[in-house]
């Protein structure tokens, strides 16, 4: 089993900045892919970054610009910067995690459970 803890949402004015976080835990072996998507009322969930392992990341295109992904692998934890935030970019915005975990090895893809962005003057 493996759990995401989400943290870094808010209350943002337009053009202003968050830092979000996410930290996997549990008996995890190896981490594939981490990433952030986000869904807002009424729309579907879809990609805003993506980093895999071998180094390459990859942005949704109406982020493309604003927002930067980072990993630290020795905490287990992915960051997104999102900088000139519109109020387009409200939404919730959901860790995913594509890792190997044990105790029996096993590759699965698991969400975080979302953490509220509001750009609102």
């Known amino acids: 089993q493996v759990q995401l803890a989400e943290s870094g949402g808010g209350l943002v004015q337009p053009g202003g900045s968050l830092r979000l976080s996410c930290t996997a835990s549990g008996n995890i072996l190896n981490i594939a892919r981490m990433g952030w998507y986000r869904q807002a009322p009424g729309k579907e969930r879809e990609l805003v970054a993506v980093t895999i392992s071998g180094g390459s990341t990859n942005y949704g295109d109406s982020v493309k610009g604003r927002v930067a992904i980072s990993r630290d692998n020795a905490k287990n934890t992915v960051y997104l910067q999102m900088n000139s935030l519109k109020p387009e970019d409200t939404a919730v915005y959901y860790c995913?995690?594509?890792?190997?975990?044990?105790?029996?090895?096993?590759?699965?893809?698991?969400w975080g459970q979302g953490t509220q962005v509001t750009v609102s003057s």
């Open positions: 995913r995690v594509a890792c190997v975990a044990g105790p029996r090895p096993k590759f699965d893809t698991y």
